[in-house]
C-alpha cells in the first residue's frame, strides 16, 4: 500500500525555478578544482562562559569491503588499531587521556563495551574509564558529542572518542526454539530430562538467525525504505548511478592527490599492511546500468552500484578542551561546535535526518546555507542523498512536513562531500561519524573556508548535524 509520504511527495509542487536548478546541479564525474582560495572573514562561534571544545587530530584505519582484508579479526582489534594510530599521529601520552567512548552496531558479544577491550589491548591504564555508545549510522557521532559533553560539563579535559564497525563476522544466532531448549538443557538434572528435551528438537530448530539490516519497528530493510524515498521523491535510477559515480569518481582523485590525510596504514597480523580504502571503484554509467535492482524486485532503482557497501573499519578522534591543547602545545585542527540529534517517523522518513538536523544546527549556531563552506554528508544510497537534497530545498516539505515557514535550501555539489563519501570509501556503520568530521576539518584548511556541517540519517528514523569550525590557522 502506498505510504501518505509517497501520495504527498508525488504531488509535491515543483516549480520550473527548482527543476532549473536542481537539473543544472549536474551529477558530473569530471574533478572538480581544489585550488585554495583565501580565508573568508567571518564571526567565530566562541560564546562567553562556553568552553571551546577542539578535536585536535582524527585517524582511521583503511575502510575495507567486508571479507577481505580483516575478515579474520574482531571487532576490538580494528578499534585497537585506531587507537594506535591515533597515538601515533598525535604522540598523546596514554596517561593525560581522561575517558574514552567508542560507537558501534552489531556488537560482538564477546566484546559488548568493545571501547574497554580496545583501549587495554591499546595500551592505556586500566584506570582510564571507557565506555561503548550504540545510535546506528550515527554511533560515532554520538561517541564525539558525549566527548563534548564530558568536557563541556568539567569532568574531563582529553577524551578519545572513535567508532567500529566488523561486518565480516556479525553474530549468527541459533533459532529461539533451539537456545530454549539448550538453556532447558544446561538447568536438566537427570539423563532423563536431557533426552526427553533432545527428543523434542525438530529440524526447523537449526534454521539460524541471520541479522538483517532491517528496522525493528517497521521490519523494512534499509534499501526498501531507500528504493520508496526514491520513488516519492522521483529521483530516477540514472541520477542515482550519476551520483554514485561522482561519489566513486571524487573519493579516487582525493586518495590520487593525498587529500585523504586521516588513513593511517594497518598491519593485519599474518597478511599485509593495508594502507587504502578498497571500496572506490569508479564504473561506468553502462556497467552500472546493467545491476538489478537489489530490494524492490524487479523494477526498483537502488543496486548495489547507488548503495554503500558493507564495510569493516574503525576511527578515533582527540577531542580536548582548547585551554588543554594549546597547554599541551598542540594546534588543533577545528572547533566542535552546534550539534543537534533528530527524531522522524521510521517508517516514511526514516533516512531524512539531515533534511531535519541541517536548519536546526545552523538556527543554534546563527548561521545559514550561505555561511557554510564544506557539506559533509553521510551516502548511505544515492536515493537517500538526493531525495534530501530535494526535500531540503522544498518551501511545500518544509511548511507541511517539519512546520517550517520555508526551506533551508540544499546545499551546491561545489561543496558538497568533494572527497568521495560513504558510497564509494566505505561506511563502517559505528565508524563514519569520525571520518565526516575529520574530513569536513581537513577540506575547510584546504580550501581556506570557516565552516563545515556534518550531517548523518540512522536507523530508527534519527538523524544528526554538527557545526564544524575551523581552528585559527
Known amino acids: 500500500m502506498t505510504s501518505m509520504l509517497s501520495r504527498a511527495i508525488r504531488s509535491l509542487p515543483v516549480t520550473s525555478t527548482w527543476a532549473v536548478r536542481f537539473t543544472a546541479r549536474s551529477f558530473s564525474c569530471s574533478p572538480l578544482s581544489h585550488a585554495a582560495v583565501q580565508p573568508k572573514s567571518k564571526k567565530t562561534l566562541a560564546k562567553n562562559g562556553v568552553k571551546n571544545i577542539v578535536v585536535v587530530d582524527g585517524v582511521r584505519i583503511p575502510f575495507l569491503l567486508s571479507g577481505t582484508s580483516y575478515a579474520d579479526l574482531m571487532p576490538h582489534d580494528l578499534a585497537r ?20 567512548v567508542y560507537g558501534t552496531v552489531i556488537q560482538e558479544v564477546k566484546t559488548s563495551n568493545v571501547a574497554r577491550e580496545a583501549a587495554l589491548g591499546a595500551g592505556f591504564s586500566d ?23 564530558l568536557i563541556a560539563s568539567g569532568q574531563c579535559d582529553v577524551v578519545v572518542a572513535g567508532g567500529v564497525e566488523l561486518m565480516s563476522d556479525v553474530p549468527i544466532r541459533h533459532s529461539r526454539k533451539m537456545r530454549k531448549t539448550l538453556l532447558s538443557l544446561n538447568r536438566a538434572k537427570s539423563l532423563g530430562q536431557r533426552l526427553a528435551l533432545v527428543a523434542k528438537i525438530r529440524p526447523d530448530y537449526f534454521a539460524p538467525e541471520l541479522p538483517a539490516v532491517a528496522e525493528f519497528s517497521t521490519s523494512e530493510t534499509m534499501g526498501h525504505s531507500a528504493d520508496r524515498l526514491a520513488a516519492a521523491f522521483a529521483i530516477s535510477r540514472v541520477e542515482q548511478d550519476e551520483y554514485a559515480l561522482r561519489s566513486h569518481t571524487l573519493a579516487r582523485k582525493a586518495q590520487d592527490e593525498g587529500l585523504l590525510a586521516d588513513v593511517v596504514p594497518f598491519k593485519v597480523p599474518g597478511k599485509d599492511t593495508v594502507i587504502k580504502d578498497n571500496g ?31 564495510t569493516d573499519g574503525a576511527s578515533a578522534v582527540l577531542i580536548m578542551s582548547e585551554e588543554k591543547a594549546l597547554s599541551m602545545g598542540y594546534k588543533p ?118 565552516y563545515g556541517l556534518v550531517a548523518a540519517c540512522a536507523a530508527g528514523g534519527q538523524g544528526h548535524a554538527m557545526i564544524v569550525e575551523l581552528y585559527p590557522q
Open 81 to 100: 588499531a585506531s587507537l594506535q594510530g591515533l597515538l601515533n599521529r598525535t604522540n598523546v601520552p596514554k596517561e593525560v587521556v581522561d575517558y574514552i
Open 280 to 310: 572506490v571503484r569508479p564504473s561506468s554509467m553502462e556497467q552500472m546500468g546493467k545491476l538489478k535492482a537489489a530490494f524492490v524486485k524487479p523494477y526498483g532503482t537502488v543496486t548495489a552500484a547507488n548503495s554503500s557497501f558493507l
Open 127 to 149: 584506570k582510564t574509564p571507557a565506555h561503548t555508545v550504540t545510535m546506528a549510522c550515527i554511533s560515532s557521532n554520538q561517541a564525539m558529542t558525549t566527548g563534548v559533553g
Open 333 to 450: 585542527k577545528a572547533y566542535l561546535r552546534d550539534f543537534v540529534y533528530v527524531s522522524q517517523d521510521p517508517k516514511d522518513q526514516l533516512l531524512l535526518g539531515p533534511t531535519y538536523g541541517t536548519p536546526k544546527v545552523l538556527e543554534r549556531a546563527g548561521l545559514t546555507m550561505a555561511d557554510i563552506d564544506a557539506f559533509e554528508f553521510h551516502e548511505a544510497f544515492a536515493g537517500q542523498i538526493l531525495a534530501n537534497l530535494k526535500a531540503m530545498d522544498s518551501d511545500w516539505f518544509a511548511q507541511n512536513y517539519m512546520g517550517r515557514k520555508s526551506k533551508v535550501g540544499a546545499p551546491p555539489l561545489e561543496k558538497f562531500n568533494k572527497w568521495g563519501g560513504s558510497l564509494s570509501l566505505g561506511h563502517p556503520f559505528g565508524a563514519t561519524g569520525c571520518r565526516l568530521v575529520m574530513t569536513a576539518a581537513h577540506r575547510l584548511k584546504k580550501d581556506g573556508g570557516q
